[in-house]
């Protein structure tokens, strides 16, 4: 009932910046209950962990190894959440996902993934 499509993964040079885009379609009603959206990323061998959130009320929160560097947004009208990335590490290419959590139904929405790549 909720599709989302990220976008804005390439390659880019360390030290460099990227912003990735996540838009959200499908279901109004539902798109419209989204409690949090964040970004969540996995490296190959490596568990996907959490990058950031954002609540449908604006408060972030960030991973310690991101906190200063990377700031997610909203946009409602677009239904689109962006993630800033502004100088980034080799160690940080990953497979970087958005997700949607609606709270009311405990559901949790994940898109395809966008590659990111940080060059040395």
């Known amino acids: 009932q909720v599709q989302l499509v990220e ?4 390659l880019v040079q360390a030290g460099g910046s990227l912003r ?3 838009a959200a379609s499908g279901s109004i009603s539902r798109i419209n ?3 949090v959206m964040g970004w969540y990323r ?7 962990e959490s990058v950031a959130t954002i609540t449908s009320g604006g408060n972030t929160n960030y991973a310690d190894s991101v906190n200063g560097r990377f700031t ?3 946009d409602n009208a ?6 800033q990335m502004n100088s980034l590490k080799p160690e940080e290419t990953a497979v970087y996902y958005c997700n949607a959590l609606v709270a009311d139904i405990v559901r949790h929405y994940w898109g395809q993934g966008t590659q990111v790549t940080v060059s040395s």
Request: proline letters at 4%.
């Open 7 to 10: 976008s804005g993964g390439g």
């Open 20 to 22: 990735l885009s996540c």
């Open 33 to 35: 209950r989204i409690n």
């Open 42 to 48: 996995q490296a190959p061998g490596k568990q996907r």
């Open 72 to 74: 997610i947004s909203r």
């Open 78 to 83: 677009k239904n689109t959440v962006y993630l």
